[in-house]
């Protein structure tokens, strides 16, 4: 596998062509990311590819379960980032998408506050806002550089390298908070689900449509 030192040499040689074919911004993008790899910036590398991680969920989900899901409508009437991020085609299972590299990953999320808003609750902290038990049906979690970190991070990139972690809206129910999800997953049920993603989707959506029938 290529170097990042020797991926950014490569951008940089094929500049011209690359802004040609794909535009100035898709060249921009490919070296900062390099840059964040060569610097170890999980953080910040998170950010670049939290929307891709959406579609990239997508197209595993439907090339490595029999489920067929797409992204959520935009124009479905939710906002300010609550709820679910893919739906299942006959819209039986909702899952909410994350991408996340350490182990025992947070679920909380950015949401604006309003005083007196629906987030205005004691459960939600500092902008950071804990999802309610009934915003989806699962957490499907990528984890870039292994479930247990056992790769490094210049395996960032390849994304069919990938591990998953999806994981029951319900398992996560806080005892103490029984509207809301837990701040952070407990090691017990991480470990509980770990290698285990096509299961909990196939099973947690044959749940959702036995019902609904």
Request: zero cysteines; a negative charge; hydrophobic letters at 35%.
């Amino acid at each position: 596998m290529a170097s990042s030192t020797d991926k950014i040499q490569d951008l940089e040689d094929k500049k011209e062509e690359i802004i040609n074919l794909l535009g100035i911004d898709v060249y921009y993008l490919a070296i900062a990311k390099e840059i964040l790899i060569l610097e170890e910036s999980v953080m910040e590398l998170g950010k670049i590819y939290a929307t891709p991680n959406e579609f990239i969920q997508a197209d595993w989900i439907n090339e490595n379960t029999t489920l067929d899901v797409k992204k959520r409508d935009s124009d479905d009437g939710s906002n300010n980032g609550s709820g679910y991020d893919l739906i299942t085609t006959d819209a039986v299972l909702t899952i909410q998408s994350k991408l996340r590299s350490r182990v025992g990953a947070y679920l909380t999320n950015t949401r604006r506050m309003n005083k007196g808003g629906k987030n205005d609750t004691a459960a939600n902290k500092a902008g950071q806002a804990r999802y309610r038990i009934d915003e989806a049906d699962v957490f499907l979690i990528s984890k870039p550089i292994g479930l247990f970190e056992e790769t490094g991070i210049e395996h960032y990139t390849n994304t069919n390298s990938w591990e998953y972690l999806a994981i029951p809206f319900l398992e996560l129910q806080d005892p103490n908070e029984p509207e809301y999800l837990y701040e952070r997953i407990p090691m017990a049920i991480y470990r509980k689900y770990a290698g285990r993603a096509v299961e909990v989707l196939e099973s947690e959506y044959q749940k959702k449509k036995s019902i609904n029938e």
